[in-house]
């Protein structure tokens, strides 16, 4: 059976105090399961010190993003070989909220991932539709080629150990969420496209997530379903309690 993975996006929030003070509450709390991994994913600035804090512990730590160059003159980015030499585990790439303001393209989300794998970090590449794309019946299609483009050219064990977020962007920080049908049909559509780009062997083992408005209230419903293995999060990540709850949610 595939393990749960919880992860909580911050996004753009917390001071350092506050950043701090949410791992200290979290650490000593989350289950010591084989069945689920927590993990946070923090601004580049707190990245350092809460890996510090959570060393030893079943907390992992990652990025919200990072360039897919080792260094160069990228002024104002972070590089795959800065994040692992710090000790951050995993890096979200191709965040919704990167594609719409921040120009991420499937090409550049590419470049990330093998970038991610090349330095030894786990990625978490988000896919979804926007609303419109949903209305004109295009979420399978458009979701399925973000997955393709983004796994184009990755070994077998690289795709079994990338992490897919699917984040229907209708569904983001609107209190709306997909139902745990829909939610589930489209990770489904996933697993069939990993399973055509690999086999059936290597879909059943990738870890498929959902994002958008999950919280403790609707996150057993979510994790219930046959191809959802865990949830990307923001909201409802950022107390330390509800976030607990959901990782909690993932050993039911
Ligand atoms: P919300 O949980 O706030 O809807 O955000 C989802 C998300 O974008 C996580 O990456």
């Known amino acids: ?21 949410f791992v200290d509450d979290v650490v000593g709390k989350v289950p010591d399961s084989d069945q689920v991994e927590a993990i946070v994913c923090a601004p580049f600035l707190y990245l350092s010190s809460l890996v510090e804090k ?14 897919f160059e080792d260094n160069g003159a990228y002024t104002g980015e972070v590089s795959p070989v800065m994040l ?6 995993h890096v979200v790439l191709g965040h919704s909220e990167r594609r719409e303001y921040f120009a991420e393209t499937d090409e550049t989300v590419n470049k990330k991932t093998h970038a991610a794998f090349n330095h030894g970090l786990t ?5 979804g539709e926007t609303l419109e794309q949903r209305e004109a019946n295009e979420t399978m299609s458009h979701v399925g080629s973000q997955v393709e483009e983004a796994l184009r050219g990755l070994s077998d064990e690289q795709v079994t150990n990338t992490i897919i977020a699917y984040e229907p962007i209708w569904a ?8 745990s049908e829909d939610a589930n049909e489209v990770c489904a559509h996933i697993r069939q496209v990993i ?3 690999t086999s059936e062997d290597i879909a059943e083992k990738v870890v498929i997530q959902y994002g958008g408005s999950v919280k ?6 979510l994790l219930a379903q046959s191809d959802i293995d865990g949830a990307l999060v923001g909201g409802a990540s950022l107390e330390a309690e509800s976030f607990l709850q959901l990782v909690e949610a993932g050993i039911k």
């Open 1 to 21: 059976m595939r393990k749960k993975v919880i992860a909580g996006n911050w996004k753009m929030n917390k001071v350092s105090s506050e950043a701090a003070q």
């Open 54 to 67: 959570t060393k030893g512990t079943k907390v992992q730590i990652a990025a919200q993003n990072m360039h």
């Open 84 to 89: 692992k030499d710090i000790g951050v585990s």
């Open 123 to 127: 990625p978490i590449v988000c896919v």
């Open 172 to 179: 983001i920080g609107t209190g709306k969420t997909a139902s």
């Open 195 to 197: 399973k055509k780009v």
């Open 216 to 221: 403790p209230s609707n996150v057993d419903e």
